[in-house]
């Protein structure tokens, strides 16, 4: 076949994948071994779990770990796996970002599937934004993650007590302002830099329309407890609704107390009311997606684990907390636990309908009211832990649960009696 051109097609090459460059165009001979990776990398065939070639074992990801040599974690492994099919890997370099850094590679791959399974039409032809999504209508989604600060505490320290506090009513958790605060904190740095980016870079490219939706996707990885920060967090930072924890009723706030300073240091919020802000459509936003939500869909599809999923859900209508305990006859969706808030003072505002085929919960703000749409029985949160903990986790968990719902004792083992 000779040397084929394919300039055109993509963006960005590593030099190491350059055939012949004597004249100016990139070319490649077929049937090579660099033809091969190539097409691997360029068109959706990434090998997660390969180690990458010089790639120091010490900076590999525990989570990367786990899941490369778990066989326990096997089809939790292959799902994931399957996910990456048809993802082209831009700029050469997100499997080595994944086996090192794991998360913002992770929350990628769960977009992607996200969208596929929505029916979007996908253009991947373009460095940036992550995705840029031609039907059911054009739309640009940048992800974001917010991770744990330097000073803060590991995630690999993470401890069983750590696991079980998922499960505790916010009203009963010490904790829970200043974990809050912490997750406002590290969300509107991330957001703040890809509105930045929007701003100053993606909204001036030639492939970008500029009268078309502009969404950032945040996941919360900002620490070790960042489960608990359900929609909270995101409340307070785009819309000024702070939860307050002890009366469980919500305070327009303009600003809060930074974490650990100081009564001084304080925080911006309300980001959808402030003018540098119009052009974010809406924040697609999870704090619950990680392993547990791969152990969660596995389990979902009828495969056998030696772990037990249990997520506590919000009854929107009935104001009632339900405890599910996953399986195939009880699954979750791929979509629970992902939110989507809307900016009501957006240049280019997103559809309501554009995710309609997913099962995601929708915020809007109407005449200052929140408005809901969409899952009306989200996760709020989840432990996965080991089944051979089942039997003296659950009493605590249905314990967590009574409190949620705030029956008697009384009343609410004898509804469970029945």
């Known amino acids: 076949m000779g040397n084929i051109d394919y300039k055109s097609q993509f963006t960005h090459l590593d030099r190491w994948y350059l055939f012949n460059n004597s004249v100016g165009r990139l070319t490649f001979r077929e049937g090579s071994s660099m033809w091969s990776e190539y097409v691997d990398r360029r068109c959706g065939n990434m090998k997660l779990f390969e180690v990458v070639k010089g790639l120091n ?22 799902m994931l796996q399957k996910w990456s099919e048809g993802l082209v890997d831009k700029d050469n370099k997100f499997v080595r970002e994944f086996q090192e850094t794991f998360h913002s590679c992770f929350w990628e791959l769960f977009l992607y599937r996200l969208f596929k399974s929505a029916g979007f039409d996908l253009d991947q032809s373009h460095q940036t934004p992550d995705f840029v999504i031609k039907k059911p209508e054009e ?11 330097k000073s803060g505490k590991k995630e690999s320290e993470r401890t069983l007590e ?60 900002d620490q070790i407890n960042y489960g608990r920060e359900y929609i909270y967090s995101m ?96 699954p979750e969706d791929i979509a629970d636990g992902v939110f989507i808030f809307h900016n009501p ?27 809901s749409l969409g899952n009306m029985t989200p996760i709020i949160a989840r432990v996965n832990t080991s089944m051979i903990l089942r039997n003296s986790i659950e009493p605590k968990l249905l314990e967590n649960l009574r409190m949620y719902n705030k029956l008697g004792f009384e009343d609410f083992y004898d509804i469970h009696k029945r």
């Open 57 to 78: 074992r010490k900076k590999l990801h525990n989570k990367f770990l786990l899941l490369k040599n778990e066989s326990q974690l096997l089809h939790e492994k292959n």
């Open 139 to 149: 739309v640009y989604v940048e992800a974001v993650i917010a991770n744990i600060s």
């Open 162 to 221: 750590d696991q079980l506090s998922m499960m505790i009513p916010p009203y009963l958790q010490d904790d829970f302002d200043m974990v809050m605060r912490e997750g406002i904190l590290r969300a509107a740095n991330a957001i703040q830099s890809k509105n930045n980016k929007w701003l100053e870079e993606y909204s001036k490219k030639e492939w970008i329309c500029s009268d078309r939706p502009y969404i950032v996707a945040m996941s919360s990885y």
């Open 235 to 330: 409340l307070a930072l785009l819309y000024g609704f702070y939860f307050n924890a002890k009366t469980e009723t919500y305070e327009k706030k303009n600003s809060i107390i930074k974490p650990n300073t100081n009564q001084e240091a304080e925080i911006p919020i309300a980001l959808f009311e402030r003018e540098e802000y119009q052009g974010v459509s809406a924040i697609i936003f999870s704090c619950i997606m990680t392993l547990g939500k791969l152990t969660s869909l596995s389990i979902s599809e009828g495969n056998l684990s030696l772990n037990v999923v249990y997520n506590i859900r919000e009854n929107y209508e009935s104001g009632k907390y339900l405890l599910q305990i996953v399986s195939e006859e009880n």
């Open 345 to 371: 003072n957006a240049k280019n505002k997103l559809n309501e309908n554009f995710f309609r085929n997913l099962c995601v919960t929708q915020f809007f703000l109407e005449n200052g009211e929140l408005v």
